[in-house]
């Protein structure tokens, strides 16, 4: 690159960040003015002698004026929101320090959830992993926190080696309906593979914090045969390889056998001398609850056998499937190690 380019792009990246600068204190502010407009509402409410009626008539008649003197943005719906957005962070500071770093729809979309460790979770996530908006609402659709707590609720034990708990990384089901899988029928693992690394990017999201893509059907040999893995991630998290073998049907005890065998051997053979313990993940269409029980991922910290659902269920759907597990979870937790995150049921 010539100096006179160099010079260019130096300018360039100087604009690019001054008007990074003024979006993100643009929305910081109109944030914060939001939440200030719900405030000063709610208290203009509790002046009134029938609140329900005389909130209605406050904010119609709000709408009115504001849409008369500063256009759009002021409708009956949108104060509602203001005024709900208030009622959900009534703490001034947590809203100048938390809901301030994201955009008014990241913010709309996580206020509606009932549970406040939810909505802690989402605005933290929204913001350590820069989410934009779409991949929030898919976050929020497919229960994402509510996936990662069943997980947690395995086992409160930690990896020995790993100081970050491995509920916090471990999903069950992992939903993959970006992958546009048939909602039916067999299909091949290499079709699967093939789909997961075509919608790459989608399917790191899905997995979670820190993982980073190293290789598919990595080749690990023996003095007299060669084996090859899936797929092959690292988290820089956990500080740890992450091999996940893919299943197109039911688990068997011969997969969690072949899996286990796996994370031996490349513990052995791939291993760094920093790195803690491999982890290997089953991902299978379903799997069966007794086939888990008697299978060493009963006594194993770093086998996983997990769901994938081909489609995005309803909420209803994956409210089901989480409260399944968890009633599995609580009918053998005084038994079982951190590993097992199986579930008996088909999506």
């Not at 740890?240 to 072949?258: E, N, P, R, S, Y």
């Amino acid at each position: 690159m010539s100096e006179l380019s160099t010079f260019h792009a130096d300018i360039k990246a100087i604009l690019e960040q001054a008007r990074g600068k003024a979006r993100s204190a643009v929305n910081s502010a109109m944030v914060e003015a939001y939440w200030l407009i719900g405030q000063r509402i709610v208290q203009e409410e509790q002046r009134g002698s029938s609140r329900a009626v005389y909130g209605e008539r406050l904010l119609a008649n709000l709408s009115r004026a504001l849409s008369a003197s500063l256009g759009k943005g002021f409708s009956y719906a949108n104060l509602r929101n203001f005024r709900q957005f208030y009622l959900t962070y009534p703490d001034q500071a947590f809203c100048y320090t938390a809901c301030s770093k994201l955009s008014w729809s990241h913010n709309r979309l996580i206020m509606r959830e009932e549970d406040p460790k939810a909505r802690a979770y989402y605005l933290a996530e929204s913001v350590s992993q820069q989410w934009t908006v779409r991949q929030l609402e898919r976050s929020l659709r497919s229960r994402t926190f509510q996936r990662l707590l069943s997980s947690q609720d395995s086992g409160k034990q930690d990896s020995p080696r790993q100081s970050e708990p491995l509920g916090d990384f471990i999903r069950d089901p992992y939903v993959l309906e970006f992958l546009q899988l048939p909602e039916s029928g067999q299909f091949k693992e290499s079709d699967l593979e093939q789909a997961i690394i075509d919608e790459l990017q989608k399917f790191l999201l899905e997995l979670g914090k820190g993982f980073s893509f190293v290789a598919r059907q990595m080749r690990i040999s023996t003095e007299t045969s060669h084996f090859f893995m899936d797929l092959v991630f690292y988290n820089y998290l956990l500080k740890c390889f992450v091999i996940i073998d893919l299943k197109a049907g039911k688990l068997t005890h011969q997969d969690i056998g072949q899996m286990d065998m796996y994370v031996r051997m490349f513990d052995d053979l791939k291993r760094g001398e920093d790195d803690n313990p491999t982890i290997g993940i089953i991902l299978c269409d379903s799997k069966d609850e007794t086939v888990v029980k008697y299978s060493v991922i009963q006594e194993s910290r770093q086998l996983f056998a997990s769901k994938y659902q081909r489609i995005l269920p309803t909420e209803e759907e994956l409210i089901a499937e989480i409260e399944r597990e968890k009633r599995l979870i609580g009918g053998r937790s005084n038994a079982r190690p951190l590993a097992d995150r199986a579930d008996e049921n088909t999506p």
